[in-house]
């Protein structure tokens, strides 16, 4: 069965997908987007935390009072061995930034884009493009059992980090597309009740490889007094971590995990990727290999500054779509990512780092958080 003609379809309602949504309909274009799962924003597969930046100071304004769970003022920084490095507050610059309820806060984005008027349909799974004559014309999606096809003029892959194994970017034929799962880190994220010594409103970051072979580093952020969230490489690594490490392992005695999150596509290691767009086609968010959910609503503007005006233009061309590559590229968000591979980096060495240089590089690190977010 074929479906209305729309002026854009966006696949995936996550922060990226949301974004686009309402702001395609807030220009009066019509406006799609699709969510395989039956409920926005589940399962949860992220801690939420907005990084502290400009752009999230005017969001957090926004977002309702019950969604939001923490403020962060300050970063503390522990080394391989255990010795606390520094701790750094946010003096007004600005980068501790936000915990928010993940999915509560998927759905407020949802909910804005059908206010805007958008139409969203939920249960429907991308499965292909249609592509005729190169240009990429609608999608086919599996809706209620039954394969069907929906066109449009424009279609944004915002489907997450399995987009380039799985989704919309693998099926797109960017030429850039060497990114197997292999590069993206999974990664396990828990979530502890009964955790000692909490400092709500601090971020920890434990350097080490017992943590995870590949990042060296745990980041251990705060919900509230015996509560937080820490991610691993592996469930081995928190083993590990539970028995070994010399400040946690007195730190988790009484604690239980109450959830687990992450999987198989978790974070982008490289970013972004090299083209984001084509005839009819662009990519936002974690799918063109951006890494955080303050990065993927920074995309999804640019993206949809430039995927409306082509759509009023009625020039959907790789040529006018390609400004958007332009304008990414020449955004700071394109040169962050979390991903960095530090398995050449030995604990020793880090250890010699951090003592010797660990408050510069934090403060450097925050610095830059604060002008761009992650
Ligand atoms: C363990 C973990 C913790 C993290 N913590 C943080 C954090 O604290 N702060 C931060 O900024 N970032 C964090 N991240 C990264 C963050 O989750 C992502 O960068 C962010 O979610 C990207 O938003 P997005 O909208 O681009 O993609 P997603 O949030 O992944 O949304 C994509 C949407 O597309 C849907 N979809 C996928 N395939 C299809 C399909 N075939 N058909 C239809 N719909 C589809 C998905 O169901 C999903 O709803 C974390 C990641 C992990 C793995």
């Not at 987007?33 to 304004?61: K, N, V």
């Not at 034929?173 to 828990?190: A, D, F, I, R, S």
């Not at 005839?279 to 503007?301: P, T, V, Y």
Request: aromatic share 10%; with cysteine.
């Amino acid at each position: 069965m074929e479906m209305d003609e729309y002026d854009v379809i966006i696949v995936g309602a996550g922060p990226t997908g949301s974004t686009l949504a309402r702001q395609f309909s807030k220009n009066k274009l019509k406006t799609l987007f699709i969510e395989e799962h039956i409920d926005i924003g589940i399962p949860q597969h992220c801690s939420g935390w907005l990084s502290g930046c400009p752009y999230t100071e005017r969001l957090i304004e926004q977002v309702p009072k019950n969604l939001i769970r923490q403020k962060i003022n300050a970063w503390r920084i522990w080394s391989p061995e255990g010795k606390k490095i520094c701790e750094i507050e946010d003096e007004g610059i600005g980068f501790g930034g936000w915990f928010v309820n993940r999915s509560g806060f998927d759905k407020f984005l949802a909910k804005r884009a059908v206010r805007a008027g958008a139409n969203l349909m939920v249960g429907t799974k991308f499965l292909d493009l249609i592509i005729e004559e190169n240009v990429v014309e609608g999608i086919f999606v599996k809706v209620r059992g039954k394969k069907e096809k929906i066109y449009s003029k424009l279609v944004i892959g915002a489907d997450g980090s399995k987009s380039v194994p799985l989704g919309v970017a693998s099926k797109s034929g960017l030429p850039e597309l060497n990114k197997k799962p292999k590069e993206y880190y999974p990664g396990v994220q828990y979530e502890f009740i009964n955790i000692k010594d909490m400092d709500p409103g601090v971020i920890e970051i434990f350097f080490g490889s017992i943590f995870d072979e590949v990042f060296k580093m745990a980041f251990v952020s705060p919900l509230a007094e015996d509560n937080a969230y820490i991610g691993f490489g592996k469930y081995k690594d928190y083993v590990n971590t539970r028995k070994n490490h010399p400040i946690l392992k007195d730190r988790l005695k009484n604690a239980q995990i109450v959830r687990k999150m992450g999987g198989l596509y978790g974070v982008p290691l490289n970013t972004p990727l090299k083209r984001v767009s084509r005839s009819g086609l662009m990519l936002a968010g974690d799918a063109a290999g951006l890494h955080g959910i303050i990065n993927g609503i920074i995309s999804a503007h640019i993206c949809s500054e430039v995927g409306i005006e082509a759509i009023q233009e009625k020039d959907i061309s790789e040529q006018k779509l390609k400004l958007y590559d332009k304008k990414l590229k020449r955004n700071s968000i394109s040169k962050v990512s979390i991903g960095y591979d530090m398995s050449n980096f030995s604990d020793e060495a880090m250890e010699k780092l951090l003592n010797t240089q660990g408050r510069n590089i934090t403060e450097y690190m925050l610095k830059g958080i604060s002008e761009f977010g992650i």
